[in-house]
């Protein structure tokens, strides 16, 4: 795919929306230390041939730059000339689109994310039992119990994104990474969002009440 498949009107809309996305969640303190990435999905998608725009490595998250997003294709590989690297952990992006056909996806380092990460870290899943906010991800069924998975941390990220396809859970969308944070997606940016507040509001539940049971 080239770049010029890309409409210049969908790569600014697409920029704009990571913007607004990021703002919010800076304000959340969601971004320490650098951490996080942030992407859309811009163009038409094919499983084989796709293309979204991703936060650039290692940036300040809560301030805007005009170097803050680029566009890259299925692979990774940045889309237009530039000096702009993508974030480090790309090619996990690449493997939620691929997998799922999502339209958004978002990461981030919190400390709820991590602690159930590594409290549930040997189960290799968080299980959440009847709590009303599961219904953020559809799931309707009274008393529904769901366990969200947990992925060894690599050094390597190819390693990590190898295991993808393998851990996501259809009706569950979003994949921890022990000790590291949490990726969560939808069909766009709006869905990605809500999907994301929902984890968070769950591990901070699971925290507490593995605490309370102690
Ligand atoms: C600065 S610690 C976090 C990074 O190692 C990484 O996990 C992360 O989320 C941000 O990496 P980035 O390359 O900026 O997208
Ligand atoms: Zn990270």
């Known amino acids: 795919m080239s770049f010029d498949a890309i409409r210049l009107e969908e790569k600014q809309q697409a ?4 913007r607004e996305v990021k703002t919010i969640f800076a304000e959340r303190g969601w971004f320490p230390g650098t951490s996080g990435n942030l992407s859309i999905r811009t163009g038409e998608f094919s499983p084989d041939q796709f293309a979204f725009a991703i936060t650039s490595s290692g940036k300040d998250k809560s301030v805007h730059t005009p170097s803050d997003y680029l566009l890259v294709d299925q692979n990774g590989k940045p889309m237009e000339a530039t000096g702009l690297k993508p974030s480090a952990e790309t090619l996990i992006h690449c493997e939620i689109y691929r997998a799922t056909g999502c339209g958004a996806i978002f990461h981030v380092h919190t400390v709820f994310n991590n602690l159930v990460s590594e409290l549930y870290g040997e189960h290799g899943s968080v299980p959440v039992d009847g709590v009303e906010l599961i219904k953020a991800f559809n799931i309707w069924e009274e008393e529904a119990q769901i366990e969200i998975p947990i992925l060894p941390n690599y050094a390597d990220i190819p390693s990590i994104a190898k295991l993808v396809k393998g851990a996501i859970v259809p009706r569950i969308p ?18 990605a969002k809500r999907h994301l507040e929902a984890f968070e509001f769950l591990f901070e539940y699971a925290y507490r009440l593995a605490l309370l049971k102690k």
């Open 15 to 18: 920029f704009a929306e990571l």
């Open 174 to 191: 979003g994949i921890l990474l022990r000790k590291h944070g949490i990726y969560a997606w939808g069909a766009n940016a709006f869905e």
